[in-house]
């Protein structure tokens, strides 16, 4: 019992004085990174500080925009009030979070013992400046004054200023940040010390715990090592014959009636274990092949809300714009109620789309395929579109089209043309001349859509095609880049193509200028 005894006190002891140099590890590595966490929590605030600023950047940006185009169409103050104040609301919540970070992060900064209070005053002062230059901007443009050119000082001087004043309050955070990471590599090079220190006493500890206690006991430790090798290469006829009463003792018995517990479990394990990975692997292949399908469904929903609310726009417009010629007095006020009709009962087609889809599980517009005649395809493009070529100063020439039928969605086909025709008069307005002829083959047939204007650049053809790519020309940012992945979308998903040349060869071209034809073919309905 003395001998038991014995080795119980003298591992308690070396481990009470091993335990001592944790515990002490402990806290130094504690006190340590609990400061480093608190400078790293610093730092995230002033990440997200910074992203607040991008998010303000990006609000102003919108807000230009917004308040550029009220200008432009020539609103009055209480329209322009009404564009522009979700926007500006938006900016003022901004603010006030901000007002709050800075609050937040100047008591941080006390409580690290940074000295920043004047740092943080210039950027509550750079904030305070901030919303007085929208305030004044927002009274600027609230005022009566109708000729854009009245305005537009207004929305300078809030550019000019508001960007200035971000860009100072976005430098002054990041050398904020920068001095808070320089403090970390500070307070890691004294922790590294104070480590050095602490593991030189500790090996000090260990070399006489080790030479003083443990290394009598290797023999025995040998023999159970060598019992626990063959217990691992699955030999289980293991016979320790160490009779010591103390705890090595009592560990080398534990060890043989392990050995012989072990063998009448082996077969048991094994036979589990291969059940275990197979239903691993079955439901790891199931998981992989739900989040495959899952990721499929998602991206075609998010690609196709992307490319329908480009469509949604052009028929709200149009009801907007003539309500408002309505509004003013129209000459013709059943005409216009007759567009605002038909325009909506498209919106309405658009919306009942959306729903069909919503109620989908595979995330892709439903079509509905009928049988439709070029003639009257082409009618109900020339009755959409003309008013606008009309208002656009060009000449549709609609050459005569056979009497073919195509297989394929009316509406959706019809808005494909259209689409196609609204960007030949963004972009090639000056040629003045459109013509649609049409193509005719064995299985299928359709139409080609040419103008006289500019002609696009062979690097740039392919890329129009992408959802939101635009092209280089004056006119590229009036439009939101979707039209023709949507149209190339809507012509595939039918079992058709499209295609754009550009320039045209002179046996094609309608005028001098290089010209771009965008040729698009539907399967026909079989005899």
């Known amino acids: 019992m003395t001998r038991t005894f014995s080795l119980k006190l003298r591992l308690g002891l070396g481990a009470a004085l091993l335990g001592a140099g944790t515990l002490i590890i402990a806290i130094v590595l504690y006190l340590g990174l609990n400061e480093v966490a608190e400078r790293l929590d610093t730092t995230l605030a002033s990440e997200n500080r910074m992203a607040r600023y991008a998010s303000l950047s990006t ?273 013709d006020p059943a005409q216009a109620f007759a567009t605002i009709e038909t325009r909506a009962a498209r919106l309405n087609r658009r919306i009942d789309d959306l729903l069909r889809l919503a109620r989908s599980d595979t995330g892709e517009l439903a079509l509905d395929p009928c049988g439709v005649t070029l003639p009257e395809l082409l009618a109900d493009v020339a009755a959409e579109i003309q008013a606008e070529i009309d208002n656009a100063g060009m000449v549709l020439d609609i050459a005569d089209m056979p009497d073919i039928t195509l297989q394929c969605d009316p509406n959706w086909v019809r808005q494909v043309i259209v689409s196609l025709i609204r960007n030949a008069i963004r972009h090639a307005r000056a040629g003045q001349n459109l013509r649609l002829l049409p193509l005719v083959d064995d299985t299928t047939a359709g139409v080609s859509l040419s103008d006289n204007g500019p002609g696009i650049p062979p690097p740039d053809q392919a890329r129009l095609f992408r959802r939101f790519a635009q092209g280089p020309s004056a006119t590229a940012h009036q439009g939101f880049g979707v039209g023709l992945a949507l149209a190339r979308w809507v012509i595939e998903a039918q079992g058709g193509d499209i295609t754009l040349t550009s320039p045209l060869p002179r046996a094609q071209a309608i005028g001098d200028a290089p010209g771009t034809k965008v040729s698009l073919r539907l399967p026909r309905t079989k005899p």
Request: no cysteine; proline share 3%.
């Open 59 to 331: 609000q102003a940006s919108t807000f230009l925009v917004v308040a550029t185009e009220t200008l432009q169409t020539r609103q009055n103050a209480p329209s322009r009030m009404d564009r522009i104040s979700p926007v500006a609301t938006q900016m003022r919540a901004s603010f006030e979070q901000l007002h709050g970070d800075v609050e937040t992060a100047l008591r941080a900064a006390n409580a690290l013992g940074l000295t920043d209070e004047s740092r943080f005053g210039a950027q509550s002062l750079g904030l305070a400046r901030m919303e007085a230059t929208l305030a004044a901007t927002l009274d600027g443009l609230n005022t009566d004054a109708d000729d854009p050119t009245d305005l537009k000082p207004y929305l300078d001087s809030f550019a000019s200023n508001f960007d200035q004043l971000l860009s100072q309050s976005v430098n002054t955070e990041v050398r904020f940040r920068n001095n808070i990471l320089s403090g970390i590599t500070t307070l890691r090079q004294r922790l590294i010390g104070v480590a050095l220190l602490i593991t030189a006493l500790t090996l000090g500890a260990v070399a006489a715990f080790y030479f003083g206690l443990i290394r009598p006991q290797f023999q025995r430790l040998d023999d159970l090592r060598a019992a626990a090798d063959q217990i691992g290469r699955a030999d289980f006829s293991v016979a320790l014959t160490d009779q010591r009463r103390d705890e090595i003792g009592q560990l080398a018995v534990e060890t043989n009636r392990m050995a012989a517990a072990l063998s009448a479990r082996q077969h048991h394990i094994e036979t589990e274990w291969a059940r275990l990975n197979e239903t691993i692997n079955q439901r790891t292949q199931e998981l992989q092949t739900a989040n495959a399908a899952l990721a499929e469904t998602d991206d075609k929903r998010r690609r196709f809300f992307a490319d329908i609310s480009h469509e949604l726009r052009t028929p709200l417009t149009v009801i907007l714009l003539e309500a408002q010629i309505g509004k003013q007095g129209s000459p």
